[in-house]
């Protein structure tokens, strides 16, 4: 049973001490979802929790900034961008079972929860989240607006991907009329380089590698290289788009050192190619145009691997 | 004396014989604009033909895909996006006196015309023209649409610049329910890049100065680093927003080599600073958040002053 927009709003109205859960490695969206929702459930004057498996990077601590939860024990619980179980983490065990509302956006949802609402139109969780403050007629402050534009910007790569629609340019109108800081996000997140990524983004252009005339491209990243170029999880974040960009690149591919687990894949397709049934000869998995896998071999081996793996689709799609 | 959008949208549906100016040197707002303009008069059965100073490069190609324009005397003579009849380039000679309507958003228009619209809230010139092809109930075809939002994508860098309004939004968001293609534009326009770009952005970050702590960040481009890379023009535009983007930058100066002219200064600035006071020190100008100037001598002197320039506006401003 789907829940609609108003029962959702008026469950949120009606509880008290409310849990809010983001999905393990989180990301603009999912906190930007988590960070809006408790800002207004406060501002209503409800005691709120927020948690995540993972901590929240420096990337998005801004979301939060001035937030602060007390302790206490949680009578509802909320996921927010979690799209099935095992993304709640290590807090999946303790939580999973006490889910009682589950907001999101995957079209693969697997979430049992008494209220679920998944609406798969919306490009970014935080689409939804707008729509149910509306419904709550809870006050979007400009911090609260800041906290949604990120996820709406986060998730639709700053207006680049194909799930932008109509609506999610109305939206962010809307959050900028309330307040939103909207180029300032944009900026900070599609454009802002610290200096330790500047030269990551040289060494790994070096490792660049082409195949099938130009249709694949391959880089590599190596603790060697973060280590020289003084750079940490953040600064090699996102770094998996580069070979992608190329023009005429259909499949960008990168392989990330993994400490005595050999590499880290992560591929980058652009229509037709389906980057998850690459994904799926190694057993990794994801979505059309973004997917990831692992491969225990050293890095030529690696790369000879799943560039042969790339290579099979594209000549069994006629590419 | 200023015209109206409905005196404009009047007139042009009252002419035929139309002569569409696009300034020197195009970028996609100028390009978005004629192109958009010339298909949907043509749409009302007029004849209309393009003109600018400079070729239509590459990138921008597509905006002008299946349009003809037939030999003919125009008797109408209509600018958009032209700040100041200098940037009619070449053309100003022959056009100039001949212009009679001026379509602008630059708050220093300084053209002269019988009919002037200069709207300086409007983030791109494109946003006027989507207005103006309303009130003339022009149809918005897809391929209108696509031109109107690769301006208002251009010259907003994809909602990062601090000029991008609600409006804005909304006007993206009509023109993506008419049929444009939103996302694949933005990830044309900010995010494919040539091999030749890859080789330059290599070269750029090799010449990183700092300045100031970090405040002003400093790159260099010369035709030699042009010739090893296989750059041509459309390689190496946008490169000068490179070091603006760099953690912490507030001024961002890419030199680059002009032939025997010295140095073409560009100037990205953060706020509170502002690069036009900046380039005006060498008699040049722009926005507070892009300008330009000239300076001919070497590539050492060139940056020592540039350089100096922006330490004395940093310093009386206390920052």
Known sequence: MEATLCELAGRLNDWDRILVLSHRSPDGDTLGCASALCRALIGLGKQVHFACADPVTPRYAFLFEGLTFPDFEPEHVVTVDVAAPDLLGTLKETWYPRVEM???????????????????HAAAACEIIYSLLCEMKAQITPEIADCLYAGVSSDTGCFKYQNVTPQTYRIAANLVELGAHGAEINRRFFDTKTRARVEMEKRVYDTLHDYFGGKCACVSI???????????????????????????????????????????????AIPPVNAAEIAAVFGGGGHAGAAGCKINASLEQAEEQIVAAVGRWLEEHGL
């Open 222 to 268: 190596t603790d060697q290289m973060k280590a020289e170029a003084g750079a940490g999880e953040d600064d090699a974040d996102g770094l998996a788009s580069l070979p992608r960009q190329i023009e005429g690149v259909l499949v960008g591919v990168t392989l990330v050192e993994k400490a005595g687990e050999g590499y880290k894949i992560s591929l980058r």
């Open 102 to 120: 589950c907001i999101d956006h995957h079209a693969t949802n697997s979430m049992e929860a008494p209220l679920r609402y998944v609406d798969s």
